[in-house]
């Protein structure tokens, strides 16, 4: 039986036209404008998309399929890490595999991207457990940051402490900001005093200092390395 097709890309097909369709109107196809791309070590990319409709209707855990240039049929899933709703576009992670990507890292700042999302059924969280725990490693990272950064703003529905642990086996794609950054531990605890409160109360319930390798070799003035903290750092710091 033959089923009928409109062929809208060299070799895509979109099977049964949208307006025939039965679908509940909540994953769209748009054509997005690419907006802004950065790049991060171990060839890891954020772009912003101009997709209005996916970023209207995504919530924390949604992805898209992105067609990563005309002449490639096949969509890459890849998930949505910041979406503005009110400017009309979607931030993405990620990192190079093969082919696909590739080619979506050589487009262009205003190339059309075709989104298609969002897909997924997004977190559930519960109000009486204010006190979040996300866990997220490698492409895990990006719906982490999009459920932290949309529970900080959700402060009526509960008292959100979303605290996330992220790990990765490269550096971490993310940039510290100069206001991040302040010269003494006692600076740091005075902000977090203001943040979470002088009492304890409403503190996280881990804070962790992790420090470097000590160089100060004061157990009989040898200096040995790796033996405790890490050879390596990174730090990694919200806005919050
Ligand atoms: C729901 C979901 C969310 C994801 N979110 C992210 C993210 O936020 N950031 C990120 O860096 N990566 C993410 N990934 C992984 C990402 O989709 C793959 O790394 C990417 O498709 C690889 O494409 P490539 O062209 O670089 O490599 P390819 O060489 O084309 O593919 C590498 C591997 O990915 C598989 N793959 C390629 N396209 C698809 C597809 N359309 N559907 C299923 N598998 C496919 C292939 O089978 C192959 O095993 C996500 C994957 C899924 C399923």
Redesign the pocket.
């Known amino acids: 039986m033959s089923v009928p097709c409109t062929i809208d890309a060299p070799g895509r097909s979109r099977g049964t036209p949208p307006d025939q369709r039965a679908h509940r109107d909540s994953i769209f196809v748009e054509d997005g404008k690419l907006l802004a791309r950065q790049e991060y070590p171990g060839k ?1 990319f954020v772009i912003r998309v101009h997709a209005p409709k996916c970023a209207a209707a995504a919530t924390p855990g949604s ?1 898209a ?1 992105l067609t ?1 240039d005309p002449e490639r049929p ?8 910041r979406v503005d709703p009110r400017a009309g576009w979607i931030e ?13 890292s050589q487009q262009p700042v205003g190339a059309t991207i075709s989104v298609l999302g969002p ?2 059924k997004g977190f559930v969280v519960n109000p009486s457990r204010p006190r979040t725990l996300l866990i997220g490693g ?6 982490m940051v999009f459920l932290a950064e949309s529970l900080k703003q959700r402060q009526a529905e509960a008292r959100w402490q979303p605290l996330v642990l992220m790990g990765s086996e490269i550096e971490f794609p993310f940039r510290a900001r100069p206001s991040q950054i302040v010269p003494h531990l006692a600076d740091a605890l005075r902000i977090l005093r203001t943040r979470h409160g002088a009492d304890g109360a409403g503190w996280p319930s881990m804070t962790a200092v992790v420090t470097g390798p000590s160089r100060t070799g004061d157990i009989e003035r040898i200096l040995v390395l790796g033996a405790h903290g890490p050879k390596r750092l990174t730090v990694l710091l919200l806005e919050g």
């Open positions: 890891q992805f399929h990563c096949m969509r890459r899933p890849l998930s949505l890490m993405i992670l990620y990192k190079i595999v093969g082919p696909g990507l590739e080619a979506l897909i997924g490698g492409v895990g990272i990006p719906p």
